[in-house]
């Protein structure tokens, strides 16, 4: 049990690094960034979206909170991924936080995906 908790804190914190990371780059800019987003024509949102990507990361780190979390997550990586689809580009940069994201929720929490047999949740 104990190795399991291990498991599922090293894949949470793996992929929330990452999430952070892409978020603080969309703050600071930079070049590879600007010219990634004006691919996109997003240019524009490149802030917000840095910032709601922090924020969606807190929730899920917390607690109380990681439902919503990895509910916010979910939708704002599965938009990344139908931008990407959409423009022929690599979709390992949006799925692999995704996928480490719900792995390390279900090993924490399985909870979160199943329910009881009285059917609530």
């Not at 690599?90 to 995704?98: D, E, V, Y």
């Not at 009881?116 to 949740?121: E, I, P």
């Amino acid at each position: 049990m104990k190795v399991k908790k291990i498991i599922a804190l090293v894949i949470s914190i793996a992929a929330s690094f990452m999430l952070t990371m892409s978020g603080i780059m969309k703050l600071i800019g930079g070049k590879q960034v600007e010219e990634g987003f004006a691919a996109f024509g997003i240019s524009a949102y490149r802030v917000p979206l840095g910032l709601m990507e922090l924020v969606f990361v807190a929730l899920f780190l917390l607690p109380k909170t990681k439902r919503i979390g990895l509910l916010f997550i979910t939708g704002y990586l599965g938009g990344a991924i139908a931008t990407h689809l959409t423009h022929q580009m690599n979709l390992f940069g949006p799925t692999m936080p995704l996928v480490l994201f719900w792995v390390g929720a279900y090993l924490t929490d399985s909870s979160i995906f199943l329910k009881d047999s009285n059917g609530a949740v």
